[in-house]
């Protein structure tokens, strides 16, 4: 399917993630970020109803249902955000990490690691904070989530 997307990227797109259905998608670049439902063609745009900028990384949980972005900038303040958006309710956001430090970050990377057997679920993030040159690796637990 073609769509034609009403809301124009101010650049190429870095990311498109879509659910494992191919109902959802996020379209973005690192400023600017586009949710579309390809069934109703219903565009909304993340960026400025969640006022969250400097896009580093997303992906897709077909378990969660949900969309996981990690941003460096919310309400026009640095650090590291991780918003949780359900697939089918975009307007609604939650946050799993909510870090004002003020510093850039770069070569992020996000996966859902699951152990059935333990019966978890978690969220590895890493990341580069620019400057000073540490890599920072999280690992966030899901399994009640």
Do not use: W
Request: charged residues 25%.
């Amino acid at each position: 399917m073609l769509a034609e997307f009403k809301t124009p990227l101010n650049f190429q797109p870095d990311y498109f993630v879509m659910s494992d259905d191919e109902q959802f998608a996020i379209i973005a670049t690192p400023d600017d970020a586009i949710y579309f439902n390809r069934l109703t063609s219903t565009e909304i745009d993340l960026d400025e109803l969640h006022k969250i900028a400097m896009l580093k990384c997303m992906i897709y949980d077909g378990e969660a249902r949900s969309f996981y972005i990690l941003a460096n900038k919310f309400e026009e303040k640095l650090g590291i955000f991780l918003i949780v958006i359900k697939d089918n309710d975009p307007a609604k956001i939650s946050f799993k990490l909510l870090l004002k430090n003020q510093l850039d970050m770069s070569d992020c990377n996000m996966n859902v690691f699951r152990c059935e057997s333990a019966n978890s679920k978690e969220l590895i993030i890493s990341y580069k904070t620019i400057y000073i040159n540490i890599f920072t690796t999280m690992v966030l637990d899901l399994s009640n989530s």
